[in-house]
């Protein structure tokens, strides 16, 4: 895997080229074509993404067949990391909406990267948060505009 690319996305900037070489040997990418559900929302998931190209929609379902699409996520972009940290049904589902090239990262080699490279993984999880963070702001904004504009 070429760790040029991994240092694009926000998930693996912080890590030096000799602790990407590491954690490379953990992960690997998958192509997947328009249209392919990754996952279901309220199923079991072992597995988190980051997208090194095309586009990736995030939906929530409103009930019935009806669905709100949450996201669209970009090259550099990550999903599913809840996956990894607890045992939790999937919140969302998550459906390529344009041909994407994903590097794929299971609970297992997460836990492995826990267990053999900590300090390594504490930066991964430092990047995970401060995304989290970010759309848990986002969120509230827009409960906030929601709020005053009835």
Avoid: C, H, W
Avoid at 99 to 114: H, Y
């Amino acid at each position: 895997m070429d760790i040029e690319v991994l240092k694009k996305g926000r998930l693996f900037g912080s890590l030096s080229n000799q602790e990407l070489e590491r954690i490379s040997k953990l992960i690997f990418t998958r192509i997947y074509k328009t249209g392919r559900v990754l996952f279901f929302e309220n199923t079991p998931g072992e597995v988190m993404y980051l997208v090194l190209q095309g586009l990736v929609g995030i939906y929530k379902s409103a009930g019935g067949r009806q669905e709100i699409q949450l996201a669209v996520l970009g090259p550099g972009s990550f999903f599913g990391e809840m996956s990894l940290l607890d045992n939790q049904p999937r919140s969302a589902t998550a459906r390529i909406v344009e041909d994407a090239e994903l590097v794929v990262i299971t609970k297992k080699a997460f836990e492995q990267m826990l267990e053999t490279d900590p300090g390594i993984t504490s930066k991964i999880l430092i990047a995970m948060l401060r995304a989290v963070f970010e759309r848990l702001r986002a969120t509230d904004e827009k409960l906030r505009n929601l709020v005053t504009a009835t």
